[in-house]
């Protein structure tokens, strides 16, 4: 591993954590005290941020429900109903990976599956920016073109489509280090 860089950093990181080179006597990483408080932190978050984000989803379920047959949800809901489904990824696969890696404080489940999660980590991570960005710009549009947007569903849904191929594209790197 690279001298001062953390686990996510260096490339070769799976490959590192998964060695059988012996470790010296007493080297062993251990959990310390700030370890211990990241991962209360972290669990602490972790059921909040789940909790909001499942109630948030279901209310916006419900507000579908309500609407009468054969109209559509405001473009609006649709791209917060995108940005809950990508915070709720984010944290169902982000915080518990990081609170496990705080406490086992090395990697053993071996590298396929370090990949997997790596590439599923930087996929949830990359979602809820890029569904923020596409909520901005159908703001903007929103605001400059108020005309032209009026009956554009297929412009919210090649931009939410193509936020989620990005996050895709983007984390898929991550498989080949």
Not at 19 to 37: D, E, N, R, V, Y
Not at 53 to 73: V, Y
Not at 85 to 96: D, S
Request: charged share 15%.
């Amino acid at each position: 591993m690279v001298s001062g860089a953390s686990p996510e950093q260096d490339p070769s990181h799976c490959s590192a954590a998964n060695s059988s080179a012996p470790l010296a006597q007493g080297s062993l990483p251990t959990l310390t005290l700030s370890g211990k408080i990241r991962v209360t932190m972290t669990f602490l978050l972790f059921l909040l941020s789940a909790t909001f984000n499942a109630c948030f989803l279901l209310k916006l379920q419900k507000w579908t429900q309500k609407k009468e047959k054969g109209r559509k949800l405001s473009r609006m809901k649709v791209l917060l109903k995108h940005l809950t489904l990508a915070n709720l990824l984010e944290t169902l696969i982000v915080m518990p990976l990081d609170g496990l890696w705080n406490v086992t404080v090395q990697w053993h489940a071996g590298e396929p599956l370090c990949k997997v999660l790596s590439y599923l980590k930087l996929f949830s991570m990359y979602a809820p920016a890029f569904m923020v960005v596409v909520i901005s710009l159908d703001r903007s549009l929103a605001i400059t073109r108020p005309l032209a947007l009026q009956n554009h569903g297929k412009l919210e849904q090649s931009m939410t489509g193509l936020a989620w191929i990005l996050s895709s594209v983007l984390a898929g790197p991550q498989n080949y280090n």
